[in-house]
């Protein structure tokens, strides 16, 4: 098995640098799919992101349709720029693209009130209270049933690289979680599936002052796949197998956690 740990020969913030010109060139060349890897490569170190990471995360999240992460992410852009910004007028013209693309799709405010985009609600998971969730998971604190309540999901949801609509629930995971929380963050350890057969293990950490507990969450296209979105920028994070209903109790769960996280007792 390869562990890696974000592990670049540059030091973070060299590799911030050349990574954000790797997207320019690739987006300046209309290489979408490569601007992609880059930009999620820079989402994956912990280092401060350039203000032109939001905006080329919009640009290329609505060349490839996403439209409400090119929107997140855009809106991010002109906040944290503003008029000053080198792609401030664009960035403007790219949202008014964005409201025209989600009127031809349906997608506008009125309708995602009440068939968009599903946002999680801070209660019980699973319709379970915290306290039946320690007692679950013989958890001594509500922290811990949380926790092992969401690894418990993630293991159920995992998703699985298939060309049918049937997948093999028991073949190995192609991307699969494990969470655990720290002081002021969510830790998330992804194992992804190499080509070669190798897993390649890479932990991310999600700070969680500041960031909003609903968390966003979708299964789009062919309803194989169920996305939670970084409650930072609006992208996709955590990418999951078809339930629809695991997707929603997992959004609701890391919402609780997180929230929790934010306020410690």
Known sequence: MLFTQLAWALPPEHETRRLMLAVEKAVENQQWGQAGEYLNRLQALDTKKPDDYAFYRGRVMYEAGHYNEAMAALEAYVTQAGEKGEHYTEALELITSVEQARKEEGDVASAAQS???????????????????????????????????????????????????????????????????????????????????????????????????????????????????????????????????????????????????????
């Open 115 to 265: 068939q968009g985009e599903p946002v999680a609600k801070i209660e019980p998971a699973d319709g379970n209270s915290v306290e039946q969730l320690q007692k679950l998971y013989l958890a001594s604190t509500p922290r811990e049933a949380l926790e092992r309540h969401a690894n418990s999901l993630l293991s159920q949801n995992a998703w699985r690289a298939g060309n049918g609509r049937v997948i093999n629930a028991n073949q190995t995971p192609d991307v699969v979680y494990q969470v655990s929380s720290d002081t002021g963050a969510l830790q998330v350890q992804e194992t992804r599936k190499l080509d070669d057969g190798r897993s390649e293990v890479v932990s991310s950490r999600l700070p969680v002052y500041g960031i909003n507990p609903l968390l966003k969450w979708d299964c789009p296209d062919d309803g194989r796949t169920c996305w939670i979105y970084d409650p930072r920028d609006g992208s996709r994070w955590l990418k999951l197998g078809g339930q629809a209903d695991t997707t929603q109790a997992l959004a609701r769960t890391l919402g609780d956690l997180i929230r929790r996280l934010q306020s410690p007792s």
